[in-house]
């Protein structure tokens, strides 16, 4: 089993910044791949971006050059800075942990950017 808990969103004005945080607890000493996803009302959940534990790191197209995810593995928690974020980035942003063919999520953090 693997706990996720997001923290860090909030209400924002467009062009702002947030950072999420999400901490992993659990058997977590095999987890790789940590991700955020996001989903905005009446859309479908959609990949942000993932980071191994090793660093490596894949972005949406529309997270590239905005977003940076990084990871503590001392810690346990993955990072998502947002930089000029833009009302479309509207959504719940959720944590995700792919571990043994199944996949852990978070309960989601609210993002709501104004225009």
């Known amino acids: 089993q693997v706990q996720l808990v997001e923290s860090g969103g909030g209400l924002v004005q467009a062009g702002g910044s947030l950072r999420l945080s999400c901490a992993a607890s659990g058997n977590i000493f095999r987890l790789n791949v940590m991700g955020w996803y996001r989903q905005a009302p009446g859309k479908q959940r959609e990949l942000v971006a993932t980071?191994?534990?090793?660093?490596?790191?894949n972005y949406a197209d529309s997270a590239k050059g905005r977003f940076t995810i990084s990871r503590d593995n001392a810690k346990n928690t993955v990072y998502l800075q947002m930089n000029s974020l833009k009302p479309e980035d509207t959504a719940v942003y959720y944590c995700?942990?792919?571990?043994?063919?199944?996949?852990?999520w978070g309960k989601g953090t609210l993002v709501i950017v104004s225009s």
């Open positions: 980071i191994t534990s090793g660093g490596s790191t």
């Open positions: 995700n942990a792919p571990l043994f063919a199944m996949d852990y």
